[in-house]
């Protein structure tokens, strides 16, 4: 009787459980991800349209992670700039596993210590402070995707109940 009482919440679960995780599938590296990011958010808060054309994960060994990224930076009255962005990440694993063989960039800080914009170095204060910037939008995105998520779920689960 005692599990009877507990499957409303089991439901529940299974049905977070299942969101959490099919949110967390697997995407872009999270190390472009937050470079390009910051980049936008460097460049006067996104106000522009930026179109990425490359990107290059280059290792070295144990030195830091070079996340290159190039892109074009289209102005409001049309004019278009191209540009290059670089994020250099920490490496910090201490033995290598199966996931460093899969993504070899797992291996690496998820934070970068250092960042050159278009060839100028951004001060450490303002990329400490622009990475928070982007961690809490990053944050918001993802609450509102798994939002986004358990509504569908919500609404299939309405249909079938109909049905």
Known sequence: MLVNSYRPLLFVFMILSTAILTSCSKGPDVRLTLCQDLSQLLLNGSKD??????????????????????????????????????????????????????MPTSAYSSYPVKMLLDGQKVDSKQLAQSINKVMLMQGKQAIKNLQEKLRTIGQKKNVQQKT
């Open 49 to 102: 349209n930026i179109e990425w054309t490359e990107h290059k994960a280059i290792i070295k060994g144990y030195q830091d992670l070079e996340m290159q990224i190039h892109f074009s930076l289209t102005r409001s009255n049309g004019v278009e700039k191209k540009l290059q962005a670089s994020c250099f990440y920490p490496y910090e694993q201490d033995d290598i596993g199966a996931e460093t063989f899969e």
